[in-house]
Antibody
């Protein structure tokens, strides 16, 4: 059974760096064609894809946010970490992690999301 | 990358069919076979219901179907049921290992 769970601070101040952790089970990120992405949804707005890390440690980023994002993985802990620098109130959103498999080309399992509010 | 365009809401009576459109550009939907759809109930994890434009994952009822023409992808729910009331999002590969989502459509079962 595949599960993913996001964790991190519920509140961050403007200009701070956000660190989110995705802890997953039921698959391994060392398995060929397995990937994990981060996706966010500001209140009342569209989903926005942020970043993806692949089984071979390739990393891909949203073009508009690339300079602020870093994605990494710890295969032994089954975790993926996303950091976003220079947080702003417009970054207030529910942040999801999701598995992506190159074979199905879709985000086939998602966590329930974690709400991050940016406010002083 | 601009969000794909979806209607804010669609509605139908039980048993009817509804279709949700997802309009992008020649850089994403029009140039990709990697269009997917997600069902999202409040407080729950989004669920993949269509991938590769038309393919249903195992366990997804066959009343959900996907298609694409030009820059517009569509999700059709045939034989609408009460439990189909949810938000639905499309997603497309946008090139250079990036993805773009739609704004979401609320489906209401009357």
């Amino acid at each position: 059974q595949v599960t993913l769970r996001e964790s991190g601070p519920a509140l961050v101040k403007p200009t701070q760096t956000l660190t989110l952790t995705c802890t997953f089970s039921g698959f391994s990120l060392s398995t060929t064609k397995m990937c994990v992405s981060w996706i966010r949804q500001p209140p009342g707005k569209a989903l926005e894809w942020l970043a993806r890390i692949d089984w071979d440690d390739d990393k891909h980023y949203n073009t508009s946010l690339k300079t602020r994002l870093t994605i990494s993985k710890d295969t032994s802990k089954n975790q993926v970490v996303l950091t976003m620098t220079n947080m702003d109130p417009v970054d207030t959103a529910t942040y999801y992690c999701a598995r992506y498999t190159v074979t199905s080309e879709g985000f086939d399992y998602w966590g329930q999301g974690t709400l991050v509010t940016v406010s002083s | 990358q601009s969000a794909l365009t979806q209607p804010r809401s669609v509605s139908g009576s039980p048993g009817q069919s509804v279709t949700i459109s997802c309009t992008g550009t020649s850089s994403d939907v029009g140039n990709s076979n990697f269009v997917s759809w997600y069902q999202h109930l409040p407080g729950k994890a989004p669920k993949l219901i269509i991938y590769d434009v038309t393919t249903r994952p195992s366990g997804v009822p066959d009343r959900f179907s996907g298609s694409k023409s030009g820059n517009t992808a569509s999700l059709t729910i045939s034989g609408l049921q009460d439990e189909d009331e949810a938000d639905y999002y499309c997603c497309s590969y946008a090139g250079s290992y990036t993805w773009v989502f739609g704004g979401g459509t609320k489906v209401t079962v009357l």
